[in-house]
């Protein structure tokens, strides 16, 4: 099975364009030559989870990441989450450290982060596949010009998209998006190494809820249940 095969049908009829393009049929080929060879994260019927847990027409708000996680078990296809039973990663407890300061979300007892993707926030990777153990090792290869496509077509929603972007890399994505209509949310990334640098203290879940608020929509529930 291609990867095409694997998106969801209504994102695979928005995104046709780039499925058919050579740069996604050269993509489908080394992803499949790397699952060959390598062990490589996610599993193939997760590369589209972020897809599969928020429609099209049920996204509110976009959360940006960067690069799957590499460890076993742990990226199962949305920017940040790891499976139930993994241990909390880094960047998402100083997340999970955010909200308890902004929002007074209790810590809870794993990354499993789909409750929030259920409500509408899309958690989408720059790139989304990577080599066991290999950060970045499936960059530019292609998926970075399918996820610009991927925020280009959420910008031409009618109704108003949250767009989180934390770091430099997320930041520069702010290019594709029409203010005008959107809300942008920029701060520092939450990692250990830049999170005191600007990610703590920002409040970008109460600034996500007042933008969607604002135009009449429902606020997120920010509270990671227990499992």
């Known amino acids: ?14 995104m046709a364009g780039e499925f058919d393009s050579k740069t996604f049929k050269d993509l489908e080929a080394y992803v499949a030559a790397e699952r060959a060879a390598h062990p490589v994260y996610p599993p193939e019927e997760q590369v589209f989870s972020a897809f599969a847990h928020t429609p099209y027409d049920k996204l509110r708000v976009l959360l940006f ?8 078990g742990q990226a199962h296809g949305l920017s ?6 993994v241990e909390i990663p880094p960047s998402l407890r100083n997340m999970y450290k955010e909200l308890a300061s902004d929002q007074s979300c209790s810590m809870p007892n794993n990354g499993y982060l789909v409750p929030w993707a259920q409500q509408g926030v899309m958690m989408l990777n720059a790139v989304l596949t990577v080599r066991h153990k290999t950060a970045n090792s499936h960059q530019k290869r292609g998926w970075e010009k399918f996820t610009d ?10 109704e108003r998209v949250v767009f989180v972007l934390w770091g430099g890399k997320a930041q520069a994505k702010a290019q594709f998006v029409d203010t005008s209509r959107h809300a942008v949310i920029l701060s520092a990334h939450p990692s250990p190494l830049s999170a005191h640098n600007g990610f703590f203290g920002s409040k970008p879940f109460s600034q996500i809820n007042a933008a969607l608020t604002e135009v009449g929509g429902a606020a997120i529930d920010w509270q990671i249940p227990n499992i």
Do not use: T
């Not at 099975?1 to 928005?14: Q, T, Y």
């Not at 690069?67 to 076993?72: A, L, R, T």
């Not at 496509?149 to 009618?158: G, L, S, T, Y």
């Open 1 to 14: 099975m291609g990867l095409k095969e694997l998106m969801p049908a209504d994102w695979r009829e928005i």
């Open 65 to 72: 990441g960067q690069d799957p996680y590499h460890g076993p």
């Open 80 to 85: 940040f989450s790891v499976q139930p039973g």
């Open 149 to 158: 496509a991927v925020i280009r077509k959420v910008n031409e929603k009618p």
